[in-house]
């Protein structure tokens, strides 16, 4: 922009503001024809050429302003009205081709080129190769109405420079680093990760010449933006788990050497000795004992760091238990019987002969003694002999067919059937099975019972 307020027009628009009655009778003539100019100057319209209204002026036109202000320069002949007529704003035009005309506060004039032009507004503004980037190459950019390679002085001391859609990229070489856009230097290693390029919570590591992010111990996250704990309270870990030291751990941690873990409820652990154990669930289990003689003397016995009872589900029901050191011996009480290690009942006659007191092939039946008392009574199978006490053997027969005929089957034996059978002095012969007992001759009576002589009386004659 050119401001035109120091116009060779000056001296003229100076001399207007002194007193009428100080100023020379020309420049009073020229005042007025000033004024009378002002008053019959054309009004233009946009797109439209204005009259002419003053004989003695030349008029440039120009189009109007989108405020409806025309733009037109008007020449008079006589150089005094035109200086004044010139001064007065941007009415006269006072820019250069193609520039722009627009006024201060004051009223003054300034001059500039308008978008995608340059040049001087004065003479004349030419159209600039560009308005935008869009109209340059990719590789160029626009600058004041020129494309322009857009690495000049864009990048720093020893860095790489690319121009890529109008913009200028800047890198610096392998093996260098440093800010691109002011210089580069050859790189150490270890000052990769000064400044780190990680995240909070991480560790920056050298390896094979590349910077390594990684997360602290105890922290997650990806350690490019940035790691946290894996946990801040019990809420931020499963149902069975619990926070502990930032960390997730298994709820059931929380139960003692020895205790068993009965439940989680509430990211809290239930726990239990074992059956058996004493102590803290949460501290320590151990056993009841080590040995016997840990044991109190209602719990004699023992096993498996465990204090027992020996005797404790050793017999059956109804039936008494006595140690013999630590050996449980089980029995029914006097007035029971029954298998003490099964069951103990009360007494019935048929418990008599249970257990069967009796000998091999002998049978028992409960009976009375001498005294009355019940007791079993011992008897051998039918067809044995012997001891019923100790062993009945199978006798020789059952019945007389089994022996000859001159014998018969007595207590499963074949005997002689006269044993025994016929009174004294009685003769016996065996005739099928049986004894037939005779009474000798001279001798009469039973023979079966007892035989007598028989006597004789003489037979009296008579005569």
Not at 21 to 46: D, E, I, R
Not at 106 to 118: E, F, L, N, Q
Not at 222 to 233: I, K, M, Q, T, V
Not at 269 to 289: F, L, M, N, Q
Request: glycine share 10%.
């Amino acid at each position: 922009m050119v401001d035109l307020t120091f116009s060779p027009f000056l001296s003229l628009s100076l001399s207007l503001c002194r007193s009428p009655f100080q100023l020379p009778h020309q420049q009073l003539w020229g005042l007025a024809l000033v004024l009378l100019a002002l008053m019959v100057l054309p009004k233009l319209t946009t797109g439209k050429k204005t009259e002419k209204r003053c004989v003695n002026c030349t008029y440039r036109t120009y189009y109007t302003y989108g405020d409806g202000r025309a733009l037109e320069r008007v020449i008079y002949r006589d150089q005094t009205y035109t200086r004044a007529a010139q001064t007065y704003g941007c009415y006269g035009n006072p820019c250069g081709l193609n520039a722009v005309c627009q006024e201060t506060a004051g009223g003054r004039p300034v001059c500039s080129c308008p978008p995608g032009h340059s040049g001087n507004p004065l003479t004349h503004c030419n159209r600039g190769e560009c308005l935008d980037n869009i109209d340059c190459r990719g590789d160029l950019q626009c600058k004041n109405n020129r494309c322009v390679n857009p690495c000049v002085g864009a990048c720093g001391i020893g860095s790489n420079c690319e121009p890529r859609n109008h913009v200028a990229v800047c890198s610096c070489p392998a093996g260098y680093q440093g800010d691109p856009y002011t210089s580069c230097r050859l790189s150490d290693p270890e000052e990769q990760c000064h400044p780190s390029p990680c995240g909070i919570n991480t560790k920056c590591e050298i390896i094979n010449g590349v910077p390594t992010c990684s997360c602290l111990h105890g922290y997650l996250g990806n350690p490019l933006s940035g790691c946290r704990h894996e946990c801040e309270h019990d809420g931020d870990c499963s149902a069975r788990d619990m926070c502990s030291n930032y960390k997730c751990v298994p709820a059931c941690g929380q139960c003692g050497t020895g205790a068993t873990c009965n439940t989680v409820a509430n990211h809290r652990a239930v726990c239990d000795c074992p059956k058996g154990y004493i102590g803290s669930p949460y501290t320590e289990c151990r056993p009841e004992c080590y040995g016997d003689v840990d044991c109190p003397s209602n719990r004699p016995a023992c096993f498996y760091g465990i204090c027992k009872n020996t005797c404790e589900g050793a017999c059956g029901v109804g039936a008494d238990c006595n140690l013999r050191g630590l050996t449980p011996v089980c029995s029914c009480p006097r007035d029971m019987t029954g298998d003490p290690f099964v069951r103990c009942r009360p007494f019935t006659k048929e418990d008599l002969c249970s257990p069967n007191p009796c000998g091999t092939n002998a049978i028992c039946v409960p009976g009375h003694d001498n005294t009355g008392r019940e007791r079993p009574v011992c008897n051998c199978l039918p067809g044995h002999t012997g001891n019923p006490l100790t062993h009945c053997s199978r006798g020789e027969c059952l019945s007389n067919n089994e022996c000859p005929d001159n014998k018969a089957c007595i207590n499963y034996q074949c005997v002689n059937p006269c044993i025994g059978k016929c009174a004294a002095g009685a003769t016996c012969e065996p005739k099928a099975h049986l004894a037939v007992c005779k009474c000798p001759p001279g001798q009469s009576g039973d023979a079966l019972v007892s035989c007598r002589q028989t006597r004789t009386f003489p037979v009296a004659k008579y005569h």
